[in-house]
């Protein structure tokens, strides 16, 4: 048995609890404030259910949409980011690439460890004028027949496309019919296109205000939909790609249960600053975000437990709304919530134990000790 105490966000925020895990299972849950012997935790830890990061392009040198990347070895290093479960994100790539590269994300999940939800399928029917660091000599318009190509290939759980294409709206219903979420990204999209790409099926929005017809006041497109309708977006919270005070507007403006934070994290993830790789094109790490050589902006470095300090010191939420952002609103947007998201009894037991700086002090993922901070441990 594995016991934990601190203040428990289950996301609610429910008090002191200690929280005990037998087998895969969390098995009870007491308030106290009293810390059991033995327990991992302490006066000023904060248990959250596990992070789930659904937009994640690599980590550890490793970009997913190389077919020969270390699968096994970042599910196995994503804990200690707090990362319980993730859809690792393969971006704009020549055809032949997808199917070995979804092969290769088909990863059996192992308890201890980070584990797969699925892919994400970010391109190549976007936007050439929003492409952002997506390759433009592979970007094509939205093909069923591609599309149905990686549905045989690999477990495909959601889709980024513009919806304004030539094709895009028949792919959509496509996609939804057979499980698959459709979100709109990376598109010019005016806000009648994004209101038939919902009415199509589509149930999400990628990466807000990042490749994106921006929000103008006689032409709102695709942002304004997104901020003036329930539909349920995406973000980076690294403060690079979206300012602290544009996602203060946001928090405003939309339901909290229609946001989703996301690290969009690449390759260069968990690694030191330097040159890697996204599909096959270098970027530089600064340690914050990836830049292509000619200076555009691609991913971020930020890992999600830190994206998710940020939304409570610098967008200023409350942490029982930043913990939901990156833990039970992921799971409902790919409609995981009946399993993950939340602790609670008999629930699955994916779990991380923060420090006050939201440093990971442990993770249990599959009811197993995933990561221990030993040093910071107490
Ligand atoms: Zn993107």
């Given at each position: 048995?594995?016991?934990?105490?601190?203040?428990?966000?289950?996301?609610?925020?429910?008090?002191?609890?200690?929280?005990?895990?037998?087998?895969?299972?969390?098995?009870s849950?007491?308030?106290?404030?009293?810390?059991?012997a033995?327990?991992?935790?302490g006066?000023e830890?904060r248990i959250?259910?596990?992070l789930?990061?659904?937009q994640l392009?690599?980590?550890?040198g490793?970009?997913?949409?190389d077919?020969s990347?270390?699968?096994a070895?970042?599910?196995?290093?994503?804990?200690?980011?707090?990362?319980?479960?993730?859809v690792?994100?393969?971006?704009?790539?020549?055809?032949?690439?997808?199917a070995p590269?979804?092969?290769?994300?088909r990863?059996?999940?192992?308890?201890?460890?980070?584990?797969?939800?699925g892919?994400?399928?970010?391109?190549?029917?976007?936007s050439?004028?929003?492409?952002?660091?997506?390759d433009?000599?592979?970007?094509?318009?939205?093909?069923?027949?591609e599309?149905?190509?990686w549905?045989?290939?690999g477990d495909?759980?959601?889709?980024?496309?513009?919806?304004?294409?030539?094709?895009?709206?028949?792919?959509?219903s496509?996609l939804?019919?057979r499980?698959?979420?459709?979100?709109?990204?990376h598109?010019?999209?005016?806000?009648?296109?994004?209101?038939?790409?919902?009415?199509?099926?589509?149930?999400?929005?990628?990466h807000l205000f990042n490749?994106?017809?921006?929000?103008?006041?006689?032409d709102?497109?695709v942002?304004g939909?997104?901020l003036?309708?329930g539909?349920?977006?995406?973000?980076?919270?690294?403060?690079?790609?979206?300012?602290?005070?544009a996602?203060?507007m946001?928090?405003?403006i939309k339901?909290?249960d229609e946001?989703?934070?996301?690290?969009?994290?690449?390759a260069?993830?968990?690694?030191?600053?330097?040159?890697?790789?996204?599909?096959g094109?270098?970027?530089?790490s600064?340690?914050?975000?990836?830049r292509?050589l000619d200076?555009?902006?691609?991913?971020?470095?930020?890992?999600?437990?830190?994206?998710?300090?940020?939304?409570?010191?610098?967008?200023?939420?409350?942490p029982?709304v930043?913990?939901?952002?990156a833990t039970?609103?992921?799971?409902?947007?790919?409609?995981?919530?009946?399993?993950?998201?939340?602790?609670?009894?008999?629930?699955?037991?994916?779990?991380?134990v923060?420090?006050?700086?939201?440093?990971v002090?442990a993770?249990?993922?599959?009811?197993?000790?995933?990561?221990?901070?030993?040093?910071?441990s107490?």
């Open positions: 048995m594995i016991q934990l105490f601190g203040r428990l966000y289950a996301p609610d925020d429910r008090g002191f609890c200690a929280v005990a895990v037998e087998g895969a299972s969390i098995v849950i007491r308030p106290t404030e009293t810390q059991p033995g327990s991992i935790g006066p830890a959250l259910p596990g789930i990061d659904i392009n690599g980590a550890f490793d970009d997913f949409a077919p990347a270390d699968v070895g970042i599910c196995r290093r994503l804990p200690q980011f707090g990362v319980t479960a993730f690792p994100t393969i971006v704009t790539s020549a055809p032949d690439v997808y590269a979804l092969a290769n994300l990863h059996q999940p192992v308890s201890g460890e980070s584990r797969i939800l892919v994400h399928i970010e391109g190549p029917f976007i050439h004028a929003f492409r952002g660091a997506h433009p000599a592979q970007l094509r318009p939205p093909s069923i027949e599309a149905s190509r549905l045989e290939a495909v759980r959601w889709l980024t496309l513009a919806p304004e294409l030539p094709g895009a709206l028949a792919l959509t496509f939804v019919d499980g698959v979420r459709v979100s709109m990204g598109t010019d999209a005016t806000w009648s296109e994004a209101a038939a790409g919902v009415e199509a099926g589509a149930t999400l929005a990628t490749a994106m017809r921006p929000f103008r006041h006689r709102p497109g942002t939909y997104v003036g309708t539909l349920t977006t995406g973000f980076i919270a690294d403060g690079a790609h979206v300012s602290f005070e996602l203060r946001v928090a405003r339901a909290p946001l989703v934070l996301i690290t969009d994290a690449l260069g993830l968990g690694m030191p600053p330097g040159r890697y790789k996204v599909a094109h270098e970027y530089v600064d340690g914050t975000t990836g292509l200076g555009t902006l691609t991913g971020s470095l930020l890992p999600l437990n830190l994206a998710l300090r940020n939304l409570v010191d610098k967008v200023g939420l409350q029982e930043a913990v939901r952002l039970l609103n992921p799971a409902r947007a790919l409609g995981l919530d009946g399993t993950l998201g939340r602790v609670e009894v008999g629930r699955g037991a994916d779990l991380v923060v420090h006050p700086d939201w440093q002090q993770t249990i993922a599959g009811g197993a000790l995933a990561y221990l901070d030993s040093e910071k107490r």
